[in-house]
């Protein structure tokens, strides 16, 4: 047992090794990167959000009500719940019971007991994106021996996916890193272990719904054999029933459903879509040119090389972008969705041909990044944000 877990380290030192030196120029980035998330995630509390001390405070909650969280608001838990908007001053979700399924529940009450649990639990969110970094270029460089190598803008590209993840995972505590593996873990190891696969969707499932929009991909992959087709998507259904059990118990569907696109209302939440279609911003411009350009591959139309390009080729590919079409139009109308969320489409641009991808990977880092400034300038205020820090 030694020898095998002294083997699993050192294939992983090998794996860390190999990376960096295939990163080039760009090696040095990736230390500097950890690093960062780790200083940032001691020293600088949540600014924006309350998600982060809330889910803490359901965690350690857990240990005394059990899944009766679901059906108890905080104010019923603790009659001295303190968690306050940052922006409003106002208690955070006071009349809502808790929104998440079991397996964030169950994350979060791991880590409440912990000594230094508000550090700890940053570090550990933020050793999730550097997991998320590996798989994600490992997607990246599957293909490379079929694709032409311009490894500075691929390697830039699965660097930038840990450049945009401090402000979340290092400063705001969110979960998302833990959403985008559950997205990353299908793609990857359906490869290996078609079980593994869709099995990662159903837990995932569990820690955020968004997970089953790896599904479709999957599906159309085992299209050849309609027996593997069906293993996997009883795979999925009967791993979501079998941990479905404590909420089903509790209302946390009916409440989920009821008070769904309506939470803003329960916590004096200011509107912090920086993308929103009606927002009049470079992001939300940009935003809009994603989701058209999304829409032209669906449907087969490329542009690339200054000329338009129409391919059935790569159907899998197009079909997995279906149900993230629909959720970009989402992200769009909804006025309350956050920018994190736009992390998500990462494992979707990593399974694309590289020469598909620098069109969409180029407009999507760019909305990124102006959307950031765009959100905070939306919430906190860019001269709060600034003087935080000096």
Same mark, same amino acid.
């Given at each position: 047992?030694?020898? &095998?877990?002294?083997?699993? *380290?050192?294939?992983?030192?090998?794996?860390?090794?190999?990376?960096?030196?295939?990163?080039?120029?760009?090696?040095?980035?990736?230390?500097?990167? =950890?690093?960062?998330?780790?200083?940032?995630?001691?020293?600088?509390?949540?600014?924006?959000?309350?998600?982060?001390?809330?889910?803490l405070f359901y965690g350690k909650a857990f240990w005394e009500y059990g899944f009766s969280v679901y059906d108890m608001t905080p104010l019923e838990i603790?009659?001295?719940?303190?968690?306050?908007?940052?922006?409003?001053g106002e208690y955070s979700y006071p009349n809502t019971t808790y929104d998440y399924p079991t397996l964030q529940l169950l994350f979060w009450a791991g880590l409440s007991p912990l000594p230094f649990s508000s550090i700890i639990s940053k570090w550990i969110l933020s050793c999730i994106d550097i997991l998320?970094?590996?798989? !994600?270029?490992?997607?990246?460089?599957?293909?490379?021996?079929?694709?032409?190598?311009?490894?500075?803008?691929?390697?830039?590209?699965?660097?930038? @996916?840990?450049?945009?993840?401090?402000? =979340?995972?290092?400063?705001?505590?969110?979960?998302?890193?833990?959403?985008?593996? =559950?997205?990353?873990?299908?793609? &990857?190891?359906?490869?290996?272990?078609?079980?593994?696969?869709?099995?990662?969707?159903?837990? +995932?499932?569990?820690?955020?719904?968004?997970?089953?929009?790896?599904?479709? $991909?999957?599906?159309?992959?085992?299209?050849?054999? !309609?027996?593997?087709?069906?293993? +996997?998507?009883?795979?999925?259904?009967?791993?979501?029933?079998?941990?479905?059990?404590?909420?089903?118990?509790?209302?946390?569907?009916?409440?989920?459903?009821?008070?769904?696109?309506?939470?803003?209302?329960?916590?004096?939440?200011?509107?912090?879509?920086?993308?929103?279609?009606?927002?009049?911003?470079?992001?939300?411009?940009?935003?809009?040119?994603?989701?058209?350009?999304?829409?032209? @591959? *669906?449907? +087969?139309?490329?542009?690339?090389?200054?000329?338009?390009?129409?391919?059935?080729?790569?159907?899998?590919?197009? !079909? $997995?972008?279906?149900?993230?079409?629909?959720?970009? +139009?989402?992200?769009?109308? @909804?006025?309350?969705?956050?920018? *994190? $969320?736009?992390?998500?489409?990462?494992?979707?641009?990593? !399974?694309?041909?590289?020469?598909?991808?620098?069109? =969409?990977?180029?407009?999507?880092? &760019?909305?990124?990044?102006?959307?950031?400034?765009?959100?905070?300038?939306?919430?906190?205020?860019?001269?709060?944000?600034?003087?935080?820090?000096?």
């Amino acid at each position: 047992m030694h020898d &095998s877990n002294l083997s699993f *380290w050192f294939r992983c030192y090998y794996h860390i090794l190999a990376v960096m030196n295939a990163l080039g120029s760009l090696k040095w980035l990736l230390p500097f990167l =950890f690093l960062l998330h780790f200083l940032i995630g001691a020293f600088i509390p949540p600014l924006v959000t309350t998600d982060f001390q809330r889910n803490l405070f359901y965690g350690k909650a857990f240990w005394e009500y059990g899944f009766s969280v679901y059906d108890m608001t905080p104010l019923e838990i603790d009659n001295l719940y303190d968690v306050r908007d940052p922006l409003t001053g106002e208690y955070s979700y006071p009349n809502t019971t808790y929104d998440y399924p079991t397996l964030q529940l169950l994350f979060w009450a791991g880590l409440s007991p912990l000594p230094f649990s508000s550090i700890i639990s940053k570090w550990i969110l933020s050793c999730i994106d550097i997991l998320n970094f590996f798989l !994600i270029y490992s997607l990246i460089w599957r293909r490379q021996n079929e694709e032409t190598k311009r490894p500075f803008f691929e390697n830039g590209f699965a660097l930038s @996916y840990l450049f945009f993840s401090i402000p =979340f995972s290092a400063i705001e505590g969110q979960s998302t890193a833990i959403t985008i593996l =559950f997205l990353l873990l299908p793609l &990857s190891l359906h490869s290996q272990s078609q079980i593994c696969g869709y099995l990662s969707i159903g837990f +995932g499932f569990h820690w955020k719904y968004v997970s089953v929009l790896v599904l479709p $991909y999957l599906l159309i992959l085992d299209r050849g054999v !309609i027996k593997k087709a069906l293993l +996997g998507l009883s795979t999925v259904v009967i791993s979501i029933i079998l941990l479905s059990f404590p909420i089903l118990f509790s209302n946390f569907i009916l409440r989920f459903f009821s008070s769904f696109g309506n939470l803003g209302t329960y916590s004096g939440q200011l509107p912090s879509n920086p993308l929103f279609i009606f927002y009049p911003s470079i992001s939300s411009l940009l935003s809009s040119g994603v989701l058209i350009l999304a829409f032209l @591959y *669906w449907i +087969g139309i490329f542009p690339r090389d200054r000329s338009i390009k129409i391919s059935v080729d790569g159907v899998a590919e197009r !079909i $997995y972008w279906l149900p993230l079409l629909l959720f970009l +139009g989402f992200l769009k109308i @909804y006025i309350t969705a956050f920018p *994190w $969320y736009w992390l998500w489409f990462f494992p979707c641009l990593a !399974i694309l041909p590289q020469a598909d991808r620098r069109l =969409f990977t180029t407009l999507l880092g &760019s909305t990124i990044a102006i959307g950031l400034i765009d959100f905070i300038q939306m919430t906190v205020g860019l001269s709060t944000f600034i003087g935080f820090f000096s």
